[in-house]
């Protein structure tokens, strides 16, 4: 029989429990309301990454391929286990919520939202504007201006509202920029002007006036001319009083690259306005077969030095990987000879990458304390 060191966790005392159980100075992000997924009270292994994370308040999750979930109870016990907030993968993007107009279909989601409150987790909602994975009787149409506009209201309130409750951050608008921080030219912003950014925000707050409102990219996690850009759109909504709660950086690296050009001071700009931040999609991928050193040491220090930005920045209230298990990576299908992305293998056995963000968390929430100050024979 295994034996599992385990800790007993409840959605809305996470935080709480594990501050009283140790005596670490604790810079508490908790979520600012009751998303109304509390439960009874959830057993997790006390080194895994959600309880290291709760002892600073920090959520940590993943996006979850649902189908997986459905089936593989290895992929079940790790989602439950290690996560405390999940984000679906696919099952919330206009493609799969509204495959035929005016005909919705949430069950996969609602399993989903189900399978937190069951293990005492939140869901970050992805993502509700967005250019890709659009329904094709939406891409393959033909509208007027005012009808579009109508669309995507109806889209927005529609499913905020059916989750309403339930979600603690959403993913309000997705991807607007491109990487020289012009605004990219969608279906949005072709038939809309920019404009469509802010009614966004503000139709989805009608809808849940209680969940946290994100704008959310990729490319925005150090500073450069694709974050100004998106510092100068949220400050401006910020100053006209639209309800936008968060900026998420989605953390998708590549070894081959260097680390983002001063992540923490960046993520803490975006503090500096009032809004929380988060890392919403973390993945590292590299060339494959990753058999490199070299490699292997960027990724395992891409992982921990975007958390180590995280938890520098009080208010950066979670971290997302971008799944966990490198078979069911979106990587290897987007990026020829690239993948090994995730914190777990092929077989779901945990990566250098894993035991790195392990080390990391342990270090934020209590570092084991020396006596005196280098005490020992002079
Ligand atoms: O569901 C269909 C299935 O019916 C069909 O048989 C199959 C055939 O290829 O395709 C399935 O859809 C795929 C879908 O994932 C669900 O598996 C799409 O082809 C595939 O393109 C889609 O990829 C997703 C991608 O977004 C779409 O752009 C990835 O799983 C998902 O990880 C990825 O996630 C995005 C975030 O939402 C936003 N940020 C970037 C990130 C990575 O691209």
Redesign the pocket.
Known sequence: MTLRRSILISALSLTAVLAALTATPAATASPTHDPGQSSGAVAVPDDSLRALASRVGLRIGT?VNTDVLATNATYQQITADQFSSVTP??VM?WQVVEPTQGTYDWSAADKLVKFAEAHGQLVRG??LV?H??LPTWLTAGTYTSTELRDLLRKHITDEVSHFKGNIWQWDVV??AFLDDGTMRPTIWLDALGSSYIADAFRWAHQADPKALLFYND?NIEGLGPKSDAVYGLVKDLRAQGVPIDGVGA?G?LDTKYGFPNQMRQNLQRFADLGLKVALT?VDVRTTVPDTTTPEKLAQNADYSQMLEACLLVRACISYTV??FGDAFS?VP??FAGEGSADIYDENLQPKASYFALQQTLMLASGAPHRDGTGAGRR
Do not use: F, L, R
Request: hydrophobic fraction near 25%.
């Open positions: 996006a993968e696919n993007k992805h993502t967005w890709s994975q997705n991807e990729y989605q998708h999609e971008w799944g979106w299908g987007v």
